[in-house]
Protein backbone atom coordinates (compact mmCIF):
# COMPACT_ATOMS: atom_id res chain seq x y z
CA UNK A 1 0.00 0.00 0.00
CA UNK A 2 1.00 3.24 -1.20
CA UNK A 3 -0.03 6.60 0.00
CA UNK A 4 1.15 10.06 -1.48
CA UNK A 5 1.80 12.91 0.72
CA UNK A 6 1.15 15.59 -1.65
CA UNK A 7 0.25 19.59 -0.90
CA UNK A 8 1.13 23.09 -2.52
CA UNK A 9 4.67 24.38 -1.76
CA UNK A 10 5.63 24.48 1.75
CA UNK A 11 2.49 23.21 3.14
CA UNK A 12 4.35 20.40 5.72
CA UNK A 13 4.59 17.67 3.67
CA UNK A 14 8.31 17.09 4.24
CA UNK A 15 7.63 18.03 8.41
CA UNK A 16 4.72 15.40 8.47
CA UNK A 17 6.57 12.76 6.69
CA UNK A 18 9.45 12.80 8.99
CA UNK A 19 7.07 12.65 12.03
CA UNK A 20 5.03 9.75 11.22
CA UNK A 21 8.27 7.61 9.35
CA UNK A 22 11.12 8.92 11.20
CA UNK A 23 12.76 9.91 7.75
CA UNK A 24 14.02 13.11 6.67
CA UNK A 25 11.89 14.54 4.03
CA UNK A 26 12.23 14.91 0.14
CA UNK A 27 14.93 17.29 -0.70
CA UNK A 28 13.53 17.87 -3.93
CA UNK A 29 12.98 21.32 -4.61
CA UNK A 30 10.97 22.79 -7.61
CA UNK A 31 14.52 22.00 -10.02
CA UNK A 32 15.33 19.17 -8.25
CA UNK A 33 14.07 16.40 -10.35
CA UNK A 34 13.99 13.98 -7.22
CA UNK A 35 11.97 11.08 -6.75
CA UNK A 36 9.14 10.77 -4.69
CA UNK A 37 10.87 9.14 -0.92
CA UNK A 38 9.80 6.26 0.60
CA UNK A 39 9.58 5.64 4.25
CA UNK A 40 7.02 3.26 6.22
CA UNK A 41 5.04 3.89 9.41
CA UNK A 42 4.56 1.30 11.73
CA UNK A 43 0.88 0.71 12.04
CA UNK A 44 0.21 1.02 16.11
CA UNK A 45 -2.25 -1.23 17.30
CA UNK A 46 -2.69 -2.30 20.99
CA UNK A 47 -3.70 -5.59 20.72
CA UNK A 48 -0.41 -6.45 19.20
CA UNK A 49 1.01 -5.56 22.62
CA UNK A 50 -1.45 -7.71 24.58
CA UNK A 51 -0.34 -10.34 21.85
CA UNK A 52 3.32 -10.05 22.74
CA UNK A 53 2.68 -10.44 26.59
CA UNK A 54 1.10 -13.72 26.23
CA UNK A 55 3.47 -15.06 23.64
CA UNK A 56 6.59 -13.90 24.73
CA UNK A 57 7.51 -14.31 20.92
CA UNK A 58 11.29 -13.97 20.16
CA UNK A 59 10.08 -11.31 17.08
CA UNK A 60 7.71 -9.10 16.97
CA UNK A 61 6.50 -7.06 14.00
CA UNK A 62 3.91 -4.31 13.62
CA UNK A 63 2.36 -3.99 9.96
CA UNK A 64 3.75 -1.18 8.38
CA UNK A 65 1.95 1.46 5.47
CA UNK A 66 4.30 3.27 2.84
CA UNK A 67 4.21 7.12 2.48
CA UNK A 68 5.85 8.83 -0.08
CA UNK A 69 6.73 12.49 -0.12
CA UNK A 70 6.01 14.79 -3.17
CA UNK A 71 7.60 17.66 -3.78
CA UNK A 72 7.23 19.90 -6.75
CA UNK A 73 4.25 18.64 -7.95
CA UNK A 74 1.90 21.61 -7.33
CA UNK A 75 1.37 25.14 -6.86
CA UNK A 76 4.67 26.99 -8.57
CA UNK A 77 6.40 23.88 -8.86
CA UNK A 78 4.65 22.50 -11.33
CA UNK A 79 5.33 24.59 -14.11
CA UNK A 80 9.01 24.30 -12.82
CA UNK A 81 8.92 20.74 -13.49
CA UNK A 82 7.36 19.97 -16.03
CA UNK A 83 5.84 17.31 -13.69
CA UNK A 84 5.37 14.60 -16.46
CA UNK A 85 6.72 11.83 -14.34
CA UNK A 86 6.17 12.76 -10.72
CA UNK A 87 2.46 13.08 -11.88
CA UNK A 88 2.80 9.51 -13.02
CA UNK A 89 3.97 8.61 -9.80
CA UNK A 90 1.05 10.02 -8.08
CA UNK A 91 -1.28 8.39 -10.26
CA UNK A 92 0.56 4.82 -9.51
CA UNK A 93 -0.13 5.61 -5.67
CA UNK A 94 -3.00 3.92 -3.65
CA UNK A 95 -4.04 6.85 -1.72
CA UNK A 96 -3.76 10.80 -1.53
CA UNK A 97 -2.71 12.56 1.59
CA UNK A 98 -3.83 15.93 1.32
CA UNK A 99 -1.94 18.81 3.65
CA UNK A 100 -3.06 21.51 3.91
CA UNK A 101 -1.30 24.88 4.88
CA UNK A 102 -3.28 26.68 7.80
CA UNK A 103 -0.31 28.70 9.69
CA UNK A 104 1.43 31.81 8.80
CA UNK A 105 -0.75 33.58 6.64
CA UNK A 106 -2.98 31.19 6.54
CA UNK A 107 -3.89 30.90 10.00
CA UNK A 108 -7.11 32.48 9.58
CA UNK A 109 -8.59 31.09 6.73
CA UNK A 110 -7.32 27.24 7.17
CA UNK A 111 -9.38 25.79 4.35
CA UNK A 112 -7.89 28.02 1.74
CA UNK A 113 -4.99 26.21 0.77
CA UNK A 114 -6.61 22.95 1.25
CA UNK A 115 -9.28 24.46 -1.35
CA UNK A 116 -6.78 25.91 -3.90
CA UNK A 117 -5.01 22.14 -3.18
CA UNK A 118 -8.04 20.66 -4.23
CA UNK A 119 -8.53 22.57 -7.58
CA UNK A 120 -4.84 21.72 -8.43
CA UNK A 121 -5.39 17.86 -8.10
CA UNK A 122 -8.69 18.31 -10.25
CA UNK A 123 -6.94 20.59 -12.84
CA UNK A 124 -4.17 17.32 -13.21
CA UNK A 125 -7.48 14.94 -14.26
CA UNK A 126 -8.63 17.48 -16.38
CA UNK A 127 -5.44 18.20 -18.38
CA UNK A 128 -4.75 14.21 -18.56
CA UNK A 129 -9.26 13.91 -19.46
CA UNK A 130 -8.59 16.64 -22.29
CA UNK A 131 -5.63 15.18 -23.79
CA UNK A 132 -7.91 11.88 -24.38
CA UNK A 133 -10.50 13.73 -25.16
CA UNK A 134 -8.27 15.18 -28.38
CA UNK A 135 -6.91 11.87 -29.36
CA UNK A 136 -9.89 9.95 -29.41
CA UNK A 137 -11.78 12.61 -31.18
CA UNK A 138 -8.84 12.99 -34.01
CA UNK A 139 -9.25 8.94 -34.04
CA UNK A 140 -12.47 9.17 -34.74
CA UNK A 141 -12.04 11.89 -37.20
CA UNK A 142 -9.75 9.46 -39.39
CA UNK A 143 -12.25 6.71 -39.12
CA UNK A 144 -11.32 4.36 -36.50
CA UNK A 145 -10.89 0.93 -36.66
CA UNK A 146 -12.56 0.72 -33.20
CA UNK A 147 -15.22 3.07 -33.39
CA UNK A 148 -18.03 1.55 -31.64
CA UNK A 149 -15.40 0.91 -28.01
CA UNK A 150 -14.01 4.78 -28.17
CA UNK A 151 -17.31 6.22 -29.04
CA UNK A 152 -17.71 4.35 -25.41
CA UNK A 153 -14.62 6.06 -24.06
CA UNK A 154 -15.32 8.97 -25.39
CA UNK A 155 -18.85 9.72 -23.77
CA UNK A 156 -16.93 8.73 -20.27
CA UNK A 157 -14.34 10.68 -20.60
CA UNK A 158 -16.91 13.22 -21.60
CA UNK A 159 -18.74 12.89 -18.60
CA UNK A 160 -15.81 12.82 -16.53
CA UNK A 161 -14.82 16.23 -17.93
CA UNK A 162 -17.86 18.21 -17.29
CA UNK A 163 -17.58 17.14 -13.59
CA UNK A 164 -14.41 18.01 -13.17
CA UNK A 165 -15.25 20.91 -14.83
CA UNK A 166 -17.92 21.77 -11.89
CA UNK A 167 -15.28 20.65 -9.59
CA UNK A 168 -16.54 17.96 -8.82
CA UNK A 169 -14.14 15.03 -8.65
CA UNK A 170 -14.15 11.97 -11.26
CA UNK A 171 -15.24 9.78 -8.24
CA UNK A 172 -18.67 11.14 -8.06
CA UNK A 173 -19.29 10.28 -11.61
CA UNK A 174 -20.91 6.49 -11.74
CA UNK A 175 -19.55 4.56 -14.97
CA UNK A 176 -21.16 1.34 -16.36
CA UNK A 177 -18.81 -1.74 -16.32
CA UNK A 178 -17.51 -1.22 -19.75
CA UNK A 179 -16.81 2.43 -18.93
CA UNK A 180 -14.93 1.58 -16.10
CA UNK A 181 -12.89 -1.24 -17.49
CA UNK A 182 -12.33 1.69 -20.77
CA UNK A 183 -11.03 4.16 -17.81
CA UNK A 184 -9.15 1.55 -15.78
CA UNK A 185 -5.76 2.40 -16.78
CA UNK A 186 -5.98 6.32 -16.27
CA UNK A 187 -5.96 6.20 -12.54
CA UNK A 188 -7.96 9.28 -11.86
CA UNK A 189 -6.23 11.33 -8.88
CA UNK A 190 -10.17 12.16 -8.01
CA UNK A 191 -10.84 8.94 -7.79
CA UNK A 192 -8.46 7.80 -5.22
CA UNK A 193 -8.76 7.55 -1.73
CA UNK A 194 -7.85 10.64 0.49
CA UNK A 195 -7.10 11.50 3.62
CA UNK A 196 -6.77 15.62 4.65
CA UNK A 197 -4.42 16.91 6.91
CA UNK A 198 -4.71 20.68 7.99
CA UNK A 199 -1.51 21.80 9.16
CA UNK A 200 -2.74 24.07 11.68
CA UNK A 201 -0.46 26.54 14.04
CA UNK A 202 0.85 25.52 17.38
CA UNK A 203 -1.80 28.11 19.33
CA UNK A 204 -4.55 26.23 17.57
CA UNK A 205 -4.34 22.93 18.96
CA UNK A 206 -6.88 23.35 21.62
CA UNK A 207 -9.09 25.98 19.78
CA UNK A 208 -12.34 24.42 19.73
CA UNK A 209 -14.12 27.07 17.48
CA UNK A 210 -11.13 26.96 14.92
CA UNK A 211 -11.08 22.97 14.84
CA UNK A 212 -15.14 22.58 14.61
CA UNK A 213 -14.61 25.01 11.56
CA UNK A 214 -12.07 22.29 9.85
CA UNK A 215 -14.60 19.44 10.72
CA UNK A 216 -17.49 21.09 8.96
CA UNK A 217 -16.01 20.95 5.77
CA UNK A 218 -13.41 18.04 6.16
CA UNK A 219 -15.44 15.88 8.82
CA UNK A 220 -12.98 13.37 8.86
CA UNK A 221 -9.34 15.51 8.56
CA UNK A 222 -6.73 15.19 11.15
CA UNK A 223 -5.45 18.47 12.70
CA UNK A 224 -2.21 18.70 13.36
CA UNK A 225 0.56 20.90 14.06
CA UNK A 226 3.45 19.35 11.77
CA UNK A 227 6.76 20.81 13.89
CA UNK A 228 4.95 19.84 17.47
CA UNK A 229 4.75 16.62 15.50
CA UNK A 230 8.19 16.02 14.72
CA UNK A 231 9.15 17.14 18.21
CA UNK A 232 6.68 14.27 19.82
CA UNK A 233 8.42 11.87 17.22
CA UNK A 234 11.62 12.84 19.11
CA UNK A 235 10.37 12.10 22.59
CA UNK A 236 10.98 9.01 24.60
CA UNK A 237 8.04 6.98 24.11
CA UNK A 238 8.38 7.52 28.61
CA UNK A 239 7.64 11.60 28.01
CA UNK A 240 4.84 11.43 25.15
CA UNK A 241 1.70 10.74 27.00
CA UNK A 242 2.12 14.30 29.62
CA UNK A 243 3.37 16.67 26.56
CA UNK A 244 0.68 15.51 24.23
CA UNK A 245 -2.00 16.12 26.99
CA UNK A 246 -0.31 19.85 27.93
CA UNK A 247 -0.36 20.89 24.10
CA UNK A 248 -4.08 19.67 23.59
CA UNK A 249 -3.13 16.86 21.24
CA UNK A 250 -5.42 13.89 21.22
CA UNK A 251 -2.82 11.11 20.01
CA UNK A 252 0.84 11.45 18.33
CA UNK A 253 0.19 11.60 13.65
CA UNK A 254 1.12 8.54 13.42
CA UNK A 255 -1.66 6.49 15.13
CA UNK A 256 -4.50 9.05 13.88
CA UNK A 257 -3.00 9.20 10.21
CA UNK A 258 -2.69 5.19 10.08
CA UNK A 259 -6.24 5.05 11.47
CA UNK A 260 -7.56 7.40 8.79
CA UNK A 261 -5.82 5.53 6.03
CA UNK A 262 -7.07 2.47 7.16
CA UNK A 263 -10.36 3.69 7.07
CA UNK A 264 -10.12 5.72 3.69
CA UNK A 265 -8.90 2.50 2.24
CA UNK A 266 -10.99 -0.03 4.24
CA UNK A 267 -7.76 -1.77 5.15
CA UNK A 268 -8.11 -4.63 8.12
CA UNK A 269 -5.19 -6.19 10.41
CA UNK A 270 -4.97 -9.90 10.68
CA UNK A 271 -2.48 -11.45 12.75
CA UNK A 272 -0.13 -14.28 13.03
CA UNK A 273 1.42 -15.33 16.51
CA UNK A 274 3.56 -18.19 17.87
CA UNK A 275 6.86 -18.39 19.94
CA UNK A 276 9.27 -17.05 17.46
CA UNK A 277 7.12 -13.94 16.24
CA UNK A 278 3.90 -12.05 16.13
CA UNK A 279 3.19 -10.51 13.71
CA UNK A 280 0.61 -8.21 12.22
CA UNK A 281 -0.74 -7.78 8.11
CA UNK A 282 -2.25 -5.41 6.52
CA UNK A 283 -5.42 -6.81 3.72
CA UNK A 284 -8.02 -5.39 2.24
CA UNK A 285 -11.59 -5.23 3.05
CA UNK A 286 -12.78 -7.91 1.29
CA UNK A 287 -9.42 -10.30 1.15
CA UNK A 288 -9.85 -13.78 1.08
CA UNK A 289 -8.77 -16.53 3.04
CA UNK A 290 -5.89 -17.41 -0.10
CA UNK A 291 -5.26 -13.89 -0.54
CA UNK A 292 -4.41 -13.18 3.00
CA UNK A 293 -2.29 -16.32 2.87
CA UNK A 294 -0.30 -14.97 0.01
CA UNK A 295 0.79 -11.82 2.19
CA UNK A 296 2.75 -14.33 4.41
CA UNK A 297 4.33 -16.09 1.53
CA UNK A 298 3.07 -16.99 -1.99
CA UNK A 299 4.19 -20.47 -1.26
CA UNK A 300 1.29 -20.46 1.50
CA UNK A 301 -1.29 -19.35 -1.22
CA UNK A 302 -0.09 -22.03 -3.85
CA UNK A 303 -0.32 -24.68 -1.40
CA UNK A 304 -3.03 -23.16 0.48
CA UNK A 305 -5.21 -26.46 2.58
CA UNK A 306 -7.32 -24.52 4.86
CA UNK A 307 -6.64 -21.66 7.18
CA UNK A 308 -6.90 -22.50 11.35
CA UNK A 309 -8.51 -18.83 12.86
CA UNK A 310 -9.90 -17.74 15.77
CA UNK A 311 -10.67 -13.99 16.62
CA UNK A 312 -8.11 -11.74 18.82
CA UNK A 313 -11.39 -11.15 20.88
CA UNK A 314 -11.99 -14.47 21.97
CA UNK A 315 -7.77 -14.73 22.61
CA UNK A 316 -8.05 -11.85 24.74
CA UNK A 317 -11.20 -12.96 26.31
CA UNK A 318 -10.50 -16.41 27.59
CA UNK A 319 -6.80 -15.89 28.14
CA UNK A 320 -4.83 -18.34 26.42
CA UNK A 321 -4.16 -20.63 23.06
CA UNK A 322 -5.85 -23.62 25.49
CA UNK A 323 -9.03 -22.29 26.18
CA UNK A 324 -9.60 -21.16 22.77
CA UNK A 325 -9.22 -24.27 21.80
CA UNK A 326 -11.80 -25.32 24.63
CA UNK A 327 -14.12 -23.51 24.18
CA UNK A 328 -14.23 -23.91 20.74
CA UNK A 329 -13.21 -21.00 18.69
CA UNK A 330 -10.70 -22.13 16.65
CA UNK A 331 -12.16 -23.01 13.72
CA UNK A 332 -11.21 -24.38 9.99
CA UNK A 333 -11.81 -22.13 6.99
CA UNK A 334 -11.40 -22.82 3.26
CA UNK A 335 -10.02 -19.97 0.61
CA UNK A 336 -12.81 -18.22 -0.09
CA UNK A 337 -13.08 -16.80 3.98
CA UNK A 338 -13.23 -13.34 4.13
CA UNK A 339 -10.47 -12.51 6.75
CA UNK A 340 -11.65 -9.92 9.58
CA UNK A 341 -9.87 -7.55 11.46
CA UNK A 342 -8.17 -9.03 14.09
CA UNK A 343 -8.58 -12.50 13.28
CA UNK A 344 -5.36 -14.46 14.05
CA UNK A 345 -4.00 -17.23 11.52
CA UNK A 346 -2.58 -20.35 10.74
CA UNK A 347 -2.36 -21.34 7.63
CA UNK A 348 -2.06 -24.83 6.13
CA UNK A 349 -0.59 -25.78 3.52
CA UNK A 350 1.47 -28.24 1.34
CA UNK A 351 3.82 -27.04 -1.69
N1 LIG B 1 4.86 27.80 11.98
C1 LIG B 1 4.76 26.65 11.39
N2 LIG B 1 5.69 26.29 10.49
C2 LIG B 1 5.57 25.11 9.88
C3 LIG B 1 4.51 24.23 10.16
N3 LIG B 1 4.65 23.14 9.39
C4 LIG B 1 5.77 23.32 8.67
N4 LIG B 1 6.34 24.53 8.98
C5 LIG B 1 7.53 25.07 8.40
O1 LIG B 1 7.26 25.37 7.06
C6 LIG B 1 8.39 25.07 6.27
C7 LIG B 1 8.03 24.08 5.21
O2 LIG B 1 7.75 22.83 5.81
P1 LIG B 1 8.01 21.49 5.03
O3 LIG B 1 7.58 20.38 5.91
O4 LIG B 1 9.37 21.45 4.48
O5 LIG B 1 6.97 21.70 3.84
P2 LIG B 1 6.85 20.90 2.50
O6 LIG B 1 5.41 20.85 2.19
O7 LIG B 1 7.58 19.63 2.56
O8 LIG B 1 7.57 21.92 1.52
P3 LIG B 1 8.10 21.61 0.02
O9 LIG B 1 8.61 20.22 -0.01
O10 LIG B 1 9.17 22.63 -0.19
O11 LIG B 1 6.92 21.84 -0.86
C8 LIG B 1 9.46 24.54 7.22
O12 LIG B 1 10.32 25.61 7.54
C9 LIG B 1 8.68 24.09 8.42
O13 LIG B 1 9.41 24.16 9.61
C10 LIG B 1 3.55 24.64 11.12
O14 LIG B 1 2.61 23.94 11.43
N5 LIG B 1 3.74 25.85 11.70
MG1 LIG C 1 9.08 18.86 1.32
Redesign the pocket.
Known amino acids: MKLA?V????????????AITGVE??????HSGENPKPAVCKVPDPRMEVLRDLFKPKKFTLASLEFL????VF?G?RAATGGGPLVAALRAADALVR?G????EFEDDPLRDMDALETEILLLDLDQVDRRIERLEASLKKGSKNKETEEKELGAMQRAKAALGEGKPVSSVSFSETESKLLANFAFLTKKPAIDVI????GRLKDETYLGKIKAKYPDAVA?????EMEIATLDAADRPAFIEELGIPEPAAGRLIRASYRSLGLRSFFTVGEDEVKAWTIRGGDDAVTSAGKIHTDLARGFIRAEVFHYDDLKALGSMKEVKAKNKLRLEGRDYEVKDGDILNIRFSV
Do not use: H, M
Request: glycine share 24%; aromatic share 8%.
Open positions: IGLPGAGKSSLFQGSRGGPDFAGGDVRAFGNIAELCAPI
